[in-house]
């Protein structure tokens, strides 16, 4: 049973900086890509950057682009976002997804992400 594990989360100031980590476990598979969705309260679950596991070719919402990196260690199966220049707006709960078969079939937790102004 593969398992994903947030960390990293917390409170930070508007402009400061937080890395989350993601680290899967129990098991082996064959994934495609991870990312980072986020879901900020009353609002749907966005998408906020993914990197393909073997190209390393990385995407990201354009409310992030140049802010936020996504980054990996395909020997730790362990992927990191890195955010700086953190906004009041990226409050959220921060979810860690693995793409499976072309879906995102394996989800973390969860850690919250609060900003404020």
């Known amino acids: 049973q593969v398992q994903l594990v947030e960390s990293g989360g917390g409170l930070v100031q508007a402009g400061g900086s937080l890395r989350l980590s993601c680290a899967a476990s129990?098991?082996?598979?064959?994934?495609?890509?991870m990312a980072w969705f986020r879901q900020a309260p009353g609002k749907e679950r966005e998408f906020v950057a993914s990197?393909?596991?073997?190209?390393?070719?990385?995407y990201y919402a354009d409310s992030v682009k140049g802010r936020f990196t996504i980054s990996k260690d395909n020997a730790k199966n362990t992927v990191w976002l890195q955010m700086n220049r953190l906004k009041p707006e990226d409050t959220a709960t921060y979810y860690c997804?693995?793409?499976?078969?072309?879906?995102?079939?394996?989800w973390g937790q969860g850690t919250q992400v609060t900003v404020s102004s």
């Open positions: 997804a693995a793409n499976v078969d072309n879906k995102w079939r394996y």
């Open positions: 129990g098991g082996t598979f064959s994934n495609n890509a």
């Open positions: 990197i393909r596991w073997r190209s390393g070719i990385r």
